[in-house]
């Protein structure tokens, strides 16, 4: 075979291939419909009640078997207990502060992936949860936007990871800090 056509060859190729990608890569995915959404939303809802085990996001376990609640609606509603996160922070006074908090409100919507009769899979949209720290100095909680789980129709259950990857004291963000997984499990009444 000729070498330039051998090359000619070749460059089509890939010239085919990278059209192929960048323009499969620009098609966006099928999404669902309001009423498959409606319906979703409708079939999750409920007061859970399960356990709830934290750990660092690589690395090792920090608490197991606490239990937990949460309540879906339109989004989540997620009672994060801080003291697992307390008990990572060097600073005395802002663990203290998060131990006395104890539990906080953590909001989050859906995004939903897949569904079928039974399983609705989907990612959490959390907002960070701002409150009073030591001296009026706030404290913020910023979450990781790429955690979520399954909720089960059949088993009336749900799991689904929160994940703290960021504290802020005021203006400044907290080094120290390692970013957190929080593992929750549970049914609904």
């Known amino acids: 075979m000729d070498i330039k056509l051998g090359h000619r060859i070749i460059n089509s190729i890939v010239l085919f291939i990278s059209l192929t990608l960048s323009t499969g890569c620009n098609k966006e995915e099928p999404k669902f419909s309001t009423s498959q959404i409606q319906n979703a939303l409708f079939e999750m809802k409920g007061t859970y009640h399960g356990e709830m085990d934290v750990s660092y996001y690589h690395g090792e376990t920090i608490s ?3 239990e937990c ?8 509603t997620i009672f994060m207990d801080l003291v697992p996160l307390a008990s990572t922070i060097a600073d005395e006074n802002i663990a203290s502060r998060l131990q006395e908090i104890g539990t906080v409100e953590v909001k989050a919507g859906y995004d939903f992936y897949q569904m079928d009769n039974q399983i609705y899979n989907f990612v959490l949209r959390p907002e960070d949860v701002i409150f009073s720290g030591e001296n009026d100095e706030t404290i913020r909680i910023v979450f990781s936007q790429n955690f979520g789980g399954d909720a089960d129709n059949y088993y009336h ?13 005021g203006d400044k963000k907290y080094d120290p800090f390692r970013q957190l997984v929080y593992h929750y499990a549970g049914t609904y009444e």
């Open 64 to 66: 197991e078997e606490i």
């Open 69 to 76: 609640k949460f309540v879906s609606k339109n989004s989540l």
């Open 157 to 169: 259950s749900m799991m689904f990871n929160l994940s703290p990857k960021e504290l802020w004291i």
